[in-house]
T-cell receptor, first 114, second 111 residues
Framework: GAGVSQSPSNKVTEKGKDVELRCDPISGHTALYWYRQSLGQGLEFLIYFQGNSAPDKSGLPSDRFSAERTGGSVSTLTIQRTQQEDSAVYLC????????????FGQGTRLTVV | GQSLEQPSEVTAVEGAIVQMNCTYQTSGFYGLSWYQQHDGGAPTFLSYNALDGLEETGRFSSFLSRSDSYGYLLLQELQMKDSASYFCAVRNGGSQGNLIFGKGTKLSVKP
């Protein structure tokens, strides 16, 4: 596609439920990033995929969070047993291997846990 | 580890020039990037400096001093639409490492 696509754009879930957030990166981009952003705050790094290398999971806040990337393309971020503090906008970005500092972001998924 | 420091807020008037600073600490430096984010929107890439000096793109310029671990984003001829948050970012631990962002500077442009 023309840009990074994320779905759903909005998700309201009950505390304790599991949620899956999807990211479809720009075709040909080998790097894929997930970030979390609370209202008025910065971008908190979650996880990073680069080609066939092992993902950098150092930003995942707890073992309730996991992500996978299938076929070097689409990625799914899963949050199990959601808590109210998980409410935030989840942003996905992708870049080429030679993309240096330029990553392209999707519009994000706004997650609300009630 | 990596850390980036940015002032939290800056206010300027339309037509003026504003400079937003970023200082960083990182192991293995691979360039400093700048992103713009309007309220409710996604971050968009503005500029990237791998080497010392000034990079200019229209009204936007970005500067880097590797010896001082310091960079800034300069906006000229400010417009109301420039009101947004501006984030600096560095690669973490390698040229193919993930991108770590500062907490951002919220720029408010007044008429």
């Amino acid at each position: 596609g023309a840009g990074v696509s994320q779905s759903p754009s909005n998700k309201v879930t009950e505390k304790g439920k599991d949620v899956e957030l999807r990211c479809d990166p720009i075709s040909g981009h080998t790097a894929l990033y997930w970030y979390r952003q609370s209202l008025g705050q910065g971008l908190e790094f979650l996880i990073y995929f680069q080609g066939n290398s092992a993902p950098d999971k150092s930003g995942l806040p707890s073992d309730r969070f996991s992500a996978e990337r299938t076929g070097g393309s689409v990625s799914t971020l899963t949050i199990q047993r959601t808590q109210q503090e998980d409410s935030a906008v989840y942003l996905c970005a992708s870049s080429t291997r030679q993309g240096a500092g330029s990553a392209f972001f999707g519009q994000g998924t706004r997650l609300t846990v009630v | 580890g990596q850390s980036l420091e940015q002032p939290s807020e800056v206010t300027a008037v339309e037509g003026a020039i504003v400079q937003m600073n970023c200082t960083y600490q990182t192991s293995g430096f691979y360039g400093l990037s700048w992103y713009q984010q309007h309220d409710g929107g996604a971050p968009t890439f503005l500029s990237y400096n791998a080497l010392d000096g000034l990079e200019e793109t229209g009204r936007f310029s970005s500067f880097l001093s590797r010896s001082d671990s310091y960079g800034y984003l300069l906006l000229q001829e400010l417009q109301m639409k420039d009101s947004a948050s501006y984030f600096c970012a560095v690669r973490n631990g390698g040229s193919q490492g993930n991108l770590i962002f500062g907490k951002g500077t919220k720029l408010s442009v007044k008429p």
